[in-house]
């Protein structure tokens, strides 16, 4: 679990706790822009309430946005963090976390928004919006994220377009390409899948994000950004997947990221994937509530597949026609978890959520869309550039993994010798910018 002081080797997680990081930042400033921006949209849609529940729907939205501004407040002035209290599938777990920590510390009031790590003080906030929700039940449900992600698809759909034409043009000449063919177009599109994951609203904290710029003409300029490419790796896994002599196409697991743009594009490599005869199955996996402004929801994802179904031009609504065959045959399939919610390192997934650790197991590969996930693999800590993923991932690996991931956070790891030197040298927001990328590969049978 995140620790505070280097034990065996495994360095401290990243927290606010250092004055002036990226870390500090986030909880000082962006944090608080969120909830405010929580705040403003849940008082502007008290008509709505209204409407919908009448003096209920009134009263709902001011008890819900007084229990967010507390919360700001326990924020802002570095309160202790308090165990959760709606009672929901997963308070119990959120809870133990808590009292992890409070024995770690040995001290409750060290549990907090600036001393406890960055990982876990960000995902509890997003949880105690919810909390705050869950109290109110006639607006328990309302998503205070969804005209963001909304905006974001909507402001990206030349893009959207764009892609979707370049994918019917590749699906009409399938049976005609060379393996190398395949190839390209499996690099490419992997690459706009990648590069689809600058469009969080996160680092943002809610401002427009979204893709402008054709998706496939930018990517020879995006290339040297990629710091580490494992693309070949991704493709000889899929050349061969599960057991040895095991011949049919195997299953692709997708931890998803952000709605909008980013979706799409994971959505249009699922299908290359697919059609291509590369890959049999594919599982979607999102978030059970709102979550860090821009994850999709099981809701987001159902609405991105209608609306490309619903739109007016001719090759976005046949693959949305084609999205939504592919899911009631069961070749694609969408899930969550409430682990995908929760603060925990993915090195804790075994132990702490056994049966999600099980499912992973069950896919050829696993690909984790986004930096918060990179966060969660690696544990979000100090560690040096050069450490191998292997390493980092703490002997996570429930099937060779990929974490597809533009870089917003300050933990990196997999890196040449000196190449991380080198690009403090050159820029020191290098990290957190969003301007560089990986295609991190590993797989646990190169373990054995
Ligand atoms: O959507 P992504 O790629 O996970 O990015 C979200 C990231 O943005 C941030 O809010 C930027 O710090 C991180 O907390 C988080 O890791
Ligand atoms: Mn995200």
């Known amino acids: 679990m995140a620790a505070d002081q280097t034990v065996h080797g495994v360095p401290p997680s990243l927290s606010a706790k250092v004055v002036g990081s990226f870390a500090y930042l986030t909880v000082r400033d962006r944090l608080p822009t969120i909830l405010t921006k929580v705040i403003d949209t849940i008082h502007r849609n008290k008509h709505k309430f209204f409407e919908e529940y009448g003096e209920e729907g009134i009263e709902a939205e001011k008890q819900t946005i007084s229990l967010l501004s507390k919360l700001r407040n326990e924020l802002q002035t570095d309160k202790p963090i308090l165990a959760v209290t709606d009672g929901l599938q997963d308070t119990e777990s959120w809870n133990q976390y808590l009292q992890r920590h409070q024995r770690l510390q040995g001290d409750e009031a060290s549990v907090s928004w600036f001393k406890s790590p960055w990982l876990y003080v960000e995902c509890y906030m997003y949880r105690r919006i919810q909390e705050a929700l869950w109290h109110n039940p006639p607006i328990s449900d309302y998503d205070y994220f969804n005209e963001g992600k909304t905006q974001g698809f909507f402001e990206s759909q030349q893009a959207v377009m764009t892609l979707c034409t370049y994918l019917e043009n590749i699906n009409k000449s399938m049976a005609e390409l060379s393996k190398n063919q395949l190839l390209e177009h499996f690099n490419k599109l992997l690459q706009v899948s990648l590069w689809g994951n600058k469009c969080d609203l996160s680092i943002s904290a809610g401002q427009d994000n979204s893709q402008k710029l054709s998706p496939i003409?930018?990517?020879?300029?995006?290339?040297?950004?990629?710091?580490?490419?494992?693309?070949?790796?991704?493709?000889?896994t899929l050349q061969r997947p599960g057991q040895p002599g095991k011949t049919t196409a195997g299953r692709v697991d997708v931890v998803l990221d952000n709605a909008g743009f980013e979706l799409v594009t994971d959505l249009v490599f699922a299908d290359f994937l697919v059609s291509s005869g590369l890959v049999r199955e594919v599982h979607f996996h999102g978030k059970s509530f709102p979550w860090f402004v821009s994850d999709v929801t099981a809701k987001d994802f159902q609405w991105t597949i209608r609306q490309t179904m619903a739109a007016n031009h001719k090759w976005m609504s046949k693959s949305g026609v084609q999205w939504q065959s592919y899911l009631k045959e069961g070749v694609w399939s969408y899930h969550d978890h409430p682990f995908w919610t929760q603060p925990h390192e993915f090195c804790d997934m075994a132990a702490d959520a056994p049966d999600l650790y099980a499912t992973l197991q069950g896919a050829d590969l696993v690909l984790f869309k986004g930096d918060l996930n990179y966060r969660k693999l690696t544990g979000d800590r100090e560690w040096d550039h050069t450490?191998?993923?292997?390493?980092?991932?703490r002997g996570f690996g429930p099937a060779p993994l990929c974490a597809l991931r533009t870089l917003k956070a300050n933990v990196q790891v997999g890196l040449q010798q000196g190449q991380g030197e080198k690009l403090t040298s050159q820029e020191s927001d290098w990290m957190t910018s969003g301007k560089y990328a990986v295609i991190q590969f590993y797989s646990p049978k190169s373990e054995q």
């Open 387 to 393: 450490v191998s993923f292997g390493t980092a991932l």
């Open 217 to 236: 003409d930018s990517l020879s300029s995006l290339q040297p950004f990629i710091l580490v490419d494992g693309s070949n790796m991704v493709w000889s």
